[in-house]
């Protein structure tokens, strides 16, 4: 299928941070505020997963949650993901299953870190999923301008002018 077939097949949405989703799973359970750390304001589930499409002509611009994220590949072409660590360091991964070229079809950002995605293949998109626990909120969700994340990150001002929507 192409990216435009997957995004009607599976009823996804355009997504803040670029991309379309879709939530698949939300468990019906919830871990109680007081047993969560301090960056969580109220109850979360104990996990979420969604569908996430990127195509080459956008981003995922640079975002972070409290949760670690699990990333999982579906199909399509190689996703770059980038990160800025807390303490400033940014790294990137290659997501795909072009496993002899260093591609994994899993991977975990950590919590607070941020991180983008693009999709490196021209005309092309990549189908993935995500899961979060505690479950996913947008009240965990800092989608930052690319003016107050160079500021604070002023090492990485390229990539992020580059991951940012202004
Ligand atoms: N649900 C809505 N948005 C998101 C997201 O960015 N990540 C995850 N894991 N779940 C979501």
Redesign the pocket.
């Known amino acids: 299928m192409k990216a435009t077939e997957i995004i009607n097949h599976f009823n996804l949405t355009s997504?803040p941070?670029g991309g379309y989703?879709k939530?698949t799973y939300r468990s019906k359970d919830e871990i109680l505020s007081e047993d969560l750390g301090e960056k969580f304001e109220g109850n979360r589930n104990y996990c979420?997963?969604?569908y996430?499409l990127l195509t080459a002509d956008k981003f995922s611009a640079f975002?972070k949650?409290n949760q670690d994220?699990i990333w999982h590949f579906y199909t399509g072409t190689t996703l770059k993901l980038h990160m800025i660590s807390p303490e400033g360091i940014y790294s990137f991964i290659l997501i795909g299953n072009d496993f002899s070229k260093g591609e994994i079809p899993q991977f975990t950002v950590p919590a607070h870190h941020y991180f983008a995605a693009e999709v490196l293949e021209k005309n092309s998109f990549s189908f993935t999923g995500?899961?979060?626990s505690p479950g996913?909120d947008?009240r965990d969700?800092v989608l930052p301008s690319c003016e107050a994340l160079s500021k604070e990150f002023p090492k990485h001002a390229k990539i992020i002018a580059k991951l940012t929507h202004h």
């Open positions: 997504h941070e989703y939530e979420t997963s969604i996430f975002h949650i994220e995500c899961t979060v996913f947008f969700f």
